[in-house]
């Protein structure tokens, strides 16, 4: 069955509507800003959550609220204690080395999967997309907007993978790490220079799923998740520094 760019859109449609459909109005909104909030660390790490302050904070009552943070909890972004409420999750490298480890397992499958479905149409959209975000690889450059960018092109080959599963757990592990990879890329352009961030590792794993070449496109995906995993400890360290920095 031939997989076009009009299917590409209704397939992502079709994720976001399921996500409204389940999770509507003040639990939705309030899920979608503490998600934020959690995945940038406003939260301290460990820190426990005042629920009336967030109540007051997002004009929301506490029974949305509570449906909201146990969601968020359900999905690793928060921690519960019986007795002692809700938490911020703690930032350690165990941690963020499974998540990369975990996002590298997801997007290899996916790749795989979209070398094996994606037709010409689909790919040429990615294509243009791969293109036009090469202009905002320049000196400079912001680390969120570069970051923004690399998550964009991931969930761009993910859905191409057709695999809504895949989808949502590169959702949920992309936005775990997001604040860990901000520090990364600057840090990289920092040490080695703009140069060292470039947007030849997607054009070679855009090239093995044009190519159907299934095990190439899984494989480039890999290398590229995982070879930033040595620098994982003192990317939290770092992390560490900018939370608490006064």
């Known amino acids: 069955m031939p997989f076009s760019v009009g299917v590409l859109a209704r397939f ?10 389940q999770d509507t109005g003040a639990v939705e909104r309030a899920y979608r800003k503490l998600k934020e909030m959690a995945a940038s660390f406003e ?28 969601r968020l909890t359900a999905e ?28 590298a397992a997801i997007e290899s499958q996916a790749a795989r999967l979209a070398a094996r479905r994606a037709d010409p149409t689909a790919l040429a959209e990615v294509q243009a997309f791969l293109e036009q975000s090469e202009a905002g ?15 964009a092109f991931h969930r761009h080959i993910a859905l191409l993978s057709r695999n809504g599963e895949l989808v949502r757990l590169l959702d949920n592990a992309a936005a775990r790490i997001h604040y860990i990879r901000v520090i990364d890329l600057q840090l990289l352009s920092e040490r080695d220079g703009t140069p060292a961030i470039t947007t030849q590792p997607h ?4 090239a093995a799923v044009a190519a159907g070449d299934e095990d190439g496109a899984a494989r480039e995906m890999d290398c590229h998740i995982s070879r930033r995993l040595e620098e994982v400890t003192l990317n939290v360290r770092l992390a560490f520094s900018r939370i608490y920095a006064p």
């Open 137 to 151: 690889y320049t000196p400079g450059a912001s680390p969120v907007e570069l970051v923004r960018l690399d998550e």
């Open 203 to 206: 054009a070679r794993i855009l």
């Open 76 to 103: 690793g972004f928060l921690t519960f204690k019986r007795g002692h409420g809700f938490h911020c999750r703690s930032l350690n490298p165990p941690e963020i080395m499974d998540l990369y480890e975990a996002r």
């Open 43 to 70: 939260f301290k790490p460990d820190e426990r959550l005042n629920e009336g302050a967030i109540s007051a904070q997002l004009s929301i009552s506490r029974t949305p609220l509570r449906e909201a943070l146990n």
């Open 12 to 21: 992502e449609a079709d994720l976001q509507g399921t996500r409204m459909d």
